[in-house]
């Protein structure tokens, strides 16, 4: 079990440009989350997938975000067209599923951070 | 509208003493808490965790007392140590699972030695 895996951990890039994270998940988790979150705030839900199923994402702050989990295994978090506010860390976590008596626990990776020019 | 609220941005305390951080909610559907740790550069980090049915949890030097009635949850560090020195997050749910976890702005707390 190596954690919640984020890459890259920083990625700065020009306003109009796409980016894409990938968060790797711990194994035997079936549920995977991801959060934003901005300086002085706390982490602020975007989205989650239970296996490949996306079961929340009326959250995603606008049509440019996008997130996958194609094998119920990795995800992928785009962003398309970024913009100067779109500048934030972005948290992905995992968790057992709702049957667990941990599914309450998320656990979380390093992040991504996103600088947009 | 904040359904978790960590009014204290910000908290110092010595070495060896108490340290006391505070949350609110506003949402009474909200029955399972929990507080989470973060450095710099890191992932936030699972502390503690407090379900609606108890007032107490603890596990060794980190309580959580929860007051449902109004609505309050606090963590209590003893002793404090300078490694204790991060961002500490409360966060909320309903126990259903199916909702994501609601977090507060937290609040940094400072150990000095």
């Known amino acids: 079990d190596t954690g919640v895996s984020q890459n890259p951990r920083h990625k700065i890039t020009k306003r109009g440009q796409n980016v894409t994270f990938r968060c790797d998940p711990i194994?035997?988790?079936?549920?995977l989350y991801w959060y934003r979150q901005t300086l002085g705030q706390g982490p602020e839900f975007l989205t989650y997938?239970?296996?490949?199923?996306?079961?929340?994402k009326s959250r995603l702050l606008s049509d440019r975000f996008s997130a996958e989990r194609p094998k119920g295994s990795f995800s992928t978090l785009e962003i398309q067209r970024t913009e100067q506010g779109d500048s934030a860390m972005y948290l992905c976590?995992?968790?057992?599923?709702?049957?667990?008596?941990?599914?309450?626990?998320?656990?979380f990776g390093a992040g991504s951070r996103l600088t947009v020019l | 509208d904040q359904q978790v609220k960590q009014n204290s941005p910000s908290l110092s305390v010595q070495e060896g003493r108490i340290s006391i951080l505070n949350c609110d909610y506003t949402?009474?559907?909200?029955?399972?808490f929990l507080w989470y740790k973060k450095y710099p550069a890191e992932g936030p980090t699972f502390l503690i965790s407090?379900?609606?049915?108890?007032d107490k949890n603890e596990d060794g030097r980190f309580t959580v007392f929860l007051n449902k009635s109004a609505k309050h949850l606090s963590l209590h560090i003893v002793p404090s140590q300078p490694g204790d020195s991060a961002v500490y997050f409360c966060?909320?749910?309903?126990?259903?699972?199916?909702?994501?976890?609601?977090f507060g702005k937290g609040t940094r707390l400072s150990v000095i030695a």
């Open positions: 976590a995992s968790s057992p599923g709702q049957e667990s008596s941990g599914a309450n626990v998320l656990t």
């Open positions: 194994s035997e988790h079936n549920r």
């Open positions: 997938f239970q296996n490949e199923a996306q079961l929340e």
């Open positions: 949402n009474s559907m909200f029955d399972y």
């Open positions: 407090i379900s609606s049915i108890k």
């Open positions: 966060a909320a749910r309903t126990y259903s699972g199916n909702t994501p976890l609601v």
